[in-house]
């Protein structure tokens, strides 16, 4: 395509700080997870893609990314998970083909680090079209609850089979609620250490315990008047025992003592055994979602270059 033939893929450098920020001005087309220093990061860490046109030196789009490593349980191997954090485009580049070529030129920077599993979050209608143009796969879409009043609410008493105590996670037990949580969740969705390691400096971690063994944990914290619920999970050898929802409810217990209004949180729509939960507890849906698209090597195509 003589279009593509005129646009050349690199990867970002110092001196396009300034014409990044103007390409971010102006882009009418942009979906960006960063403030701009971490834009500059970006840049100075080299995860920062730039389409220009060659004649011009001209950006027309940009893509920002960052590895992870993918916790797994023992014996088991997962990719390595890359996440956009910025996509922009600019006028007149089409989004669907800019990110073609950049995520061609992105695959070819990861080839060495296979397997690996490209990952998108998207909020916009025009992004989904044009990811999905691209070659990404939806894997999942992510829905939103809320429960309003928590100061009044009072909830029934969970049996719960298991003999397991709930108490608060210690700072130091970061690499063990990481092994837990490989245990609990499908690749896509684990928790690195780093994620974790937050999760326990943001706010409260309560842990589920039977014996000397970690089966369940939940995290959450206090924004101002609300609660956010960010994590539940319980070991899979140990579900439909009550343990999730005793974590969950004691969470709830701790916001109204905090002095929260409401609760919030997220998950996957095809969760149903933690919809229910939430159900239970009087959530509901808020119609917030955001789509998740997915792309491994296989699916992309040879016959996009740059």
């Given at each position: 395509m003589r279009e593509r033939d005129a646009m050349q893929v690199r990867i970002a450098e110092a001196a396009d700080v300034e014409p990044l920020r103007r390409l971010l001005s102006s882009a009418p087309r942009q979906q960006v997870h960063l403030n701009f220093d971490g834009i500059e990061l970006a840049v100075r860490e080299q995860r920062c893609l730039v389409l220009e046109r060659n004649a011009e030196n001209a950006l027309l789009a940009l893509l920002i990314f960052a590895c992870e490593e993918t916790p797994a349980p023992t014996g088991e191997s997962a990719p390595r998970r890359v996440y956009l954090q910025g996509m922009a485009f600019q006028?007149?580049?089409?989004?669907?083909?800019?990110?073609?070529?950049?995520?061609?030129?992105?695959?070819?920077?990861?080839e060495k680090h296979q397997p690996y599993l490209i990952i998108a979050y998207s909020r916009q209608s025009w992004l989904d079209r044009a990811l999905r143009s691209a070659g990404m796969a939806q894997a999942e879409r992510v829905e939103f609850f809320s429960l309003e009043d928590l100061q009044r609410r009072r909830w029934p008493q969970f049996d719960v089979t298991a003999a397991c105590c709930i108490r608060q996670a210690a700072a130091t037990?970061?690499?063990?609620?990481?092994?837990?949580?490989?245990?609990?969740?499908?690749?896509?969705?684990?928790?690195?250490?780093?994620?974790?390691?937050?999760?326990?400096?943001?706010?409260?971690?309560?842990?589920?315990?039977?014996?000397?063994?970690?089966?369940?944990?939940?995290?959450?914290?206090?924004?101002?008047?609300?609660?956010?619920?960010?994590?539940?999970?319980?070991?899979?050898?140990?579900?439909?025992?009550g343990i999730g929802r005793a974590l969950f409810g004691e969470a709830l217990l701790q916001a109204q003592r905090h002095g929260c209004m409401r609760a919030l949180l997220n998950t996957q729509a095809s969760n149903q055994r933690a919809k229910d939960i939430y159900h239970a507890f009087?959530?509901?849906?808020?119609?917030?979602?955001?789509?998740?698209f997915t792309l491994e090597p296989s699916m992309l195509d040879p016959a996009i270059s740059f």
């Open positions: 006028r007149p580049i089409s989004p669907t083909e800019a990110l073609r070529v950049l995520l061609r030129a992105l695959a070819r920077m990861l037990e970061s690499g063990a609620l990481t092994t837990l949580d490989a245990c609990a969740f499908e690749p896509l969705w684990r928790y690195s250490r780093r994620q974790m390691q937050d999760a326990l400096d943001a706010g409260p971690v309560l842990v589920a315990q039977v014996g000397d063994q970690l089966v369940g944990y939940m995290a959450f914290q206090f924004l101002e008047e609300t609660c956010l619920l960010v994590r539940l999970a319980v070991h899979p050898d140990w579900r439909g025992r009087g959530f509901r849906p808020t119609g917030e979602s955001f789509a998740v």
